[in-house]
């Protein structure tokens, strides 16, 4: 006998990932789901991000590692809420690992959350969290190959944040070819060329961020009105 | 790896849907899997086959039905085969592809006793 199905097979998650949604939309949250490879510049990102808007936005982190919080005692530092999901070897964050956590935060306080998601090119551009927007962390040590090997994840991506360019002489990675990959995979990617450590480039990631806020917030207050 | 993830949602929906038809054993269960679905099938397969023992899909096979990825293009309206993940349009260049085809990760039918 056959039995037709048509299911999709990730559809548990995303039913879970638009709970998540509409609780975030709700508060006007704007969320922020954070990937990129092992060693990519994530968390720098972050402790930057964290030293810089903390005075004009009420933020808070989830981390998604597979053992260890020391990226929870990183972002800790700053005084801003985080939340530590390890996943004991899984991939990737999930839909359901994030809707566990949130009864922790206090979302009625909060306008931005930036889930950090596991390191990993692949698996976490497959797994809705409920965020907003996805956003790419690639160091320019990765290699100029990588966008095409792993389109998926640009393909998901609001932004592309090319970090190490300070790195760009001591390397043969090749700027102009990486941007027009990813622009070709994503046309209308924002992509912003970064060095977390010497703080070069970070102001238009600020501004990307608190344009988003400003964005969300908005559409919640016009929806309340409408 | 998240076939592992993937493995697991085909054998819930597969396992829902033998119990709802009072199915005894799953023989097949087929997949519609997008060009650009990122799943490795090779590892998929393993996954399944782990997870599936001692269940009544442990002899089942797994039908992979892939589909090609493909764009409409918004500006000239033209349909086609988008190759080497390039979204801009071959005919007209601009960046409006939007896809029809090709993302999907879906359990398409089973094929049970």
Known sequence: MEIQVMEDILGKNDRLAAENQMLFAKQGIFVLNLMGSPGSGKTSLLEKTMAAL?????????EGDLFTSKDADRIAKYGVP??????????????????????????????????????????????????DAKAVVLSITEGDDKPLKYPLIFKESAIAVLNK???????????????????????GISVLEVACCHDTGLALWYDWLKGKVAAKKMAVNAHEHA | MHEMAIAEGILDIALDYAA????????????????????????????????????????????LHKIPLVGHCKECGKDTHIKHYNFLCPNCGSGQLEILSGREMQVEYLEVD
């Open chain 1, 165 to 187: 360019v300070d790195l760009l002489p001591y390397t043969n990675f090749d700027m102009n070819a990486a941007k027009k990959d990813i622009t070709s995979i994503h046309p």
């Open chain 1, 54 to 62: 903390k005075d004009d936005l009420r933020m808070a982190v989830i």
């Open chain 2, 20 to 63: 709802r038809n009072q199915a005894q054993k799953i023989q097949c269960i087929s997949l519609r899997l997008g060009e650009m679905s990122g799943v490795e099938t090779d590892a998929l397969q393993f996954c399944f086959a782990a997870l599936t023992k001692g269940t009544i899909a442990e002899t089942a096979e797994l039908k």
């Open chain 1, 82 to 131: 985080v939340i530590q999901i390890n996943t004991s070897g899984g991939c990737h964050l999930d839909a359901a690992m994030v809707q566990k956590v949130l009864k922790e935060l206090d979302l009625e306080n909060l306008d931005l959350l930036i889930v950090e998601n596991v390191g990993n090119l692949v698996c976490p551009a497959e797994f809705n969290v409920g965020e």
